[in-house]
């Protein structure tokens, strides 16, 4: 599969600051890109440079081949945006919110109205096509904007964080629809804060931190090297360190306390969990490693603001 | 600059949305005229007697055509597009699409041009019903295409306020300091020729009174005079204006 996005060195500063400070990434067509990483991490500021619409400061940025400069119109022509605010136009309706996008990609009448039935249903918005914006739930809004997304019928998709603020059922109807356009053979690109979102739905990722990229890798095999299989959470007083630690001396295991807890990253952690049993603590949990481990050995467990 | 026809892309999603505001706009746009023509026209005109040979009405009407046409254009350019640029994010969604953010910012000077002229063309007719018509049909469709510049023109003007605005009590400043006082400074409701000479040099600088000039040429029939430079001051302050809130709004837009 050939390489849809391509980035070397790319820089964005706004002043003094720098958002993306020299990152590199290959993004093939087809397949689901996510970009890691907690508020201000550069996520946001990455997609953006990739998509047209914030100028890259320096280094090199193609889509398709293409510069991505600042109104790019052929790379924006291609490209389909589900943003993370909802920014549909609360004047229109549905079903017109979706007519003057297509105008927007120079779209014809009738050609239009056949995709826009298309995605209606699609995205289950039949019965709603000509409700107010504000008589839609949040579930049925984020359905809308990844509806207007696809009017172009794009090669490439960036979701920035298009799940916030729903509940479970709405997001894992959002995540079912992604993965149909995946198989479908469009490039996905998505950015997210929710571990289980980039587990669920991308081939390959990206931590960013700090407008750097920490680590690249399949989700899977990430938390494998990073993390290994099993996390132990040992909810003890500091205390009784020397204890569990004592107990557990004869296990490869990497641990960590922080705040009340105690952590073991282990390769294999049954007989361990039995041999922590002896001591008879209170409060013990065995779980599998998940990305968020990889995510917080990363970027450290402080506050990210 | 990055403009083409999709300009008229954005003016269809301002007409769009303004499918579910005509009555009320149409309401404001038809009170506002009859609230100036029957107070300032009939009222204090009754007081004012023949007023260049003519009932201050005839006085009145080309005035407040080009005013009318200046403000409206002028608010739909100032809080029409502020709420679209920060509550309603429009402007975002729109420049993820090949629709670049100078023609957004062009579609709505646009339509700010295009509410100007509803509310002109408005003023017009009501006029009309009260006695008061162009001097010949023909100049109707004059004034119709001088009310899309004056339009074009005071809506540029706005949409640089706008570009540096943070909020709404910022567009006070400019309605209140600027637009409210030159309606009385250009030669709207009254001539300017007993104005201390600097008074009429102030007036001179100001856009509204070339307009308003210019108007009511078109209207009457009479020449006015120096309308060569009154027209190139205009089409040059409008250019400057609109290539100035262009470069601003895309500052404000494209981060």
Known sequence: MGTLVTASALTKTYGDFTAVAGIDFEIR???CFGFLGP?????????????????VTSGVL???????????RDVKGMTGVIPQEIDLDVDLTVEENLVIFARFFDIGRREAKARIAELLRFAELEAKARSKISELSTGMKRRLLIARALINRPRLIVADEPTTGLDPQARHLIWQRLRQLKNQGTTLILTTQYMEEAQQLCDRLVIMHQGRILKEGVPGRLVEDEIGREVIEVRTPPEDDARVLGQMAGFACAHERVGDTLYFYCREGHGLRQKLLELDLPNTLNRPATLEDVFLKLTGRSLHE | MSLSYRIAYVFLRNLYSYKRFVVPTFLVS????????????????????AFGGQPYLHFLVP???ASASMMSASFECLYGTFVKIVHEKVYDSLITTPVSADEAVAGDIAWGSFRGLISGVLMMVVAVFMGVAPAAPWRALALVVFMIFIGLLFGSLAMIVTSISPSFDFFSYYTELIITPMLFFSGVFFPLDHFPAWMKGLAEALPLTHAV???RALFTG????????????LAVLAAAAFAVSIRMMRKRLIK
Not at chain 1, 39 to 55: D, E, Y
Not at chain 1, 63 to 72: E, K, T
Not at chain 2, 30 to 49: D, K
């Open chain 1, 39 to 55: 508020n201000g991490a550069g996520k946001t500021t990455t997609v953006r440079m990739i998509h047209c619409v914030s100028p």
């Open chain 1, 29 to 31: 067509e087809g397949e």
């Open chain 1, 62 to 72: 193609t889509v398709a081949g293409l510069p991505a400069r600042i109104d790019n």
């Open chain 2, 213 to 215: 000039v210019l108007s």
């Open chain 2, 63 to 65: 005035g407040v055509l």
């Open chain 2, 30 to 49: 038809l009170v506002e005229p009859l609230f100036y023509l029957i107070t300032f026209g009939v009222g204090m005109g009754a007081y004012m007697g």
């Open chain 2, 222 to 233: 009479q020449p006015a005079p120096g309308w060569g430079w009154r027209i190139a001051y």
